[in-house]
């Protein structure tokens, strides 16, 4: 996008590189592992329609370059409240793609409360939520793994990555066990979880976090009047891979964005 402003931030020993796209209420916006903010595609561009976009590659991912640090949810997210704080943001609305939901996550059940809406995609909130195979492939990932990178346009866009380097540190990443589900329940900002119909979140999973969040409980009642105040969208035709670059998911984040903050859990 041609207005974007392309900035980097001394937060935490890191050069985090990020971009604005767009004015109005702030969304900071997370990718998921390897990828970078170039993931979500076309729906970058649909949310800075009608608010400022606060894009970011999170360490060792795109434009920004690793430390000797590992990657933890917990680090990434204080990565991110570092940010926040440097660009004098008192609340932001947070949305995160799979490994950035569980960043986006962390952010809005530890303190300081900044989140003002959350939006979770594709995201467990605890780590047997992913299929078994899933859970296989975490076991298996490795700096092996990084020399596949070469075939693909990833290599070339984003020449500085260091892609061994990055799946060692991923596949160590995603091996720790977590369970955040005491947390889930206690979080007051807004919550919108958005699911693709094939994703790599066990359905039961999918329900499981609903449920904690308020919803699916019983009937909202012929007014709407006993509707959970947080959401749940499960998106159609999609997967795991294929939902972050769907139109179908900025459609569905933007009516969330744009409803009334009044009701929160």
Known sequence: MKDSQHNY?????LKLYYEVHGT????????GG????VMFGPNLAALAKTRRVIAVDLQAHGRTADIDRPLHFELLADDIAALIAHLRLKK?????????GGVALQLAIRPPKI?????????PFRRDGFYPEVLRNFDQM???TGSFMKHSPLYRLYPGVDWPKLFAKLGDLQRQDYDWSSQVSKIKAPVLI???DADAIR???????????GGGKGDAGLDGSARPSNELAILPGLTHYSIVSSPALSQAVATFLDASSAGTN
């Not at 989140?115 to 995201?123: A, E, G, H, I, Y």
Request: proline share 6%.
């Open 92 to 100: 932001t609305g947070v949305m995160g793609f799979s490994l950035g």
């Open 24 to 31: 109005g209420e702030p969304l900071i916006l997370l990718h």
């Open 203 to 213: 359905p039961a999973h999918i329900i499981e976090f609903f449920r904690l969040l």
């Open 34 to 37: 390897v990828g970078g903010m």
């Open 194 to 196: 958005v699911f693709a």
């Open 142 to 144: 490795g700096p092996e």
């Open 9 to 13: 931030a001394d937060v935490n020993g």
């Open 115 to 123: 989140v003002r809406k959350l939006v979770l995609v594709s995201t």
